[in-house]
């Protein structure tokens, strides 16, 4: 299956390549608020690296949120636009369920993505399956057990969460095994 995979949720800007279900290249840039510029460029130079056409994919993976409003709109109004251009699917991709791909726990933990202020998404898990429902709440690190997150460094104090990265890499691998759903 052949899928260029999109990240744009948070500060993360970024798509990812898969060739016959295999990552061939990837380029990330951990920047706010450059996504309307960049992420049209990093595309087209990913798709041109391979002699690619997006008509030449089987679809397009993308971060479908929570996340930042802006960036997700930039993020699927670029997989929306290619998508139908090339006569592809898109296939959405939870923004948690991809960060939690980098976790590898068993038991209950928290998987939390910044939002503004002393806000955050967060969702419960249990060994790699979501058992809660996304919510949009204030912060209280210490108030939960085992929390992972990105971009939490202004909020929480260090040591108090694990660091978890967002990435388009992680939006591929979903969409490749969830394709048919």
């Given amino acids: 299956m052949?899928?260029?995979a999109i990240e744009s949720a948070s500060i993360v800007c970024g798509a990812a390549l898969f060739l016959n279900?295999?990552?061939v290249e990837i380029d990330e840039i951990i920047k706010p608020k450059i996504h309307g510029e960049r992420l049209p460029v990093i595309v087209d130079n990913i798709l041109q690296n391979h002699s690619l056409l997006a008509a030449d994919l089987d679809g397009i993976a993308v971060s479908s949120g929570p996340g930042s409003y802006t960036g997700l709109r930039i993020g699927m109004s670029l997989a929306k636009g290619i998508a139908m251009a090339a006569k592809?699917?898109?296939v959405p991709v939870p923004t948690l369920e991809a960060m939690n791909?980098?976790?590898f726990k068993k038991g209950i933990y928290w998987v939390c993505l910044y939002s503004?202020?002393?806000i955050v998404f967060i969702q419960k898990f249990d060994t790699g399956l979501p058992v809660s429902n996304i919510k949009c709440i204030p912060i209280d690190s210490m108030k939960y057990s085992s929390l992972?997150?990105?971009n939490l460094d202004s909020i929480c104090k260090s040591g108090s969460y694990e660091i978890v990265?967002?990435?388009a890499k992680n939006i591929g691998y979903l969409a490749i095994k969830n394709f048919n759903k």
Wanted: aromatic content about 10%; hydrophobic content about 45%; charged content about 25%.
């Fill in 101 to 103: 791909k980098e976790i």
């Fill in 116 to 118: 503004h202020k002393n």
């Fill in 88 to 90: 592809i699917p898109i």
């Fill in 2 to 4: 052949n899928i260029l």
């Fill in 165 to 167: 990265k967002l990435s």
């Fill in 148 to 150: 992972f997150g990105f």
């Fill in 21 to 23: 279900n295999k990552l």
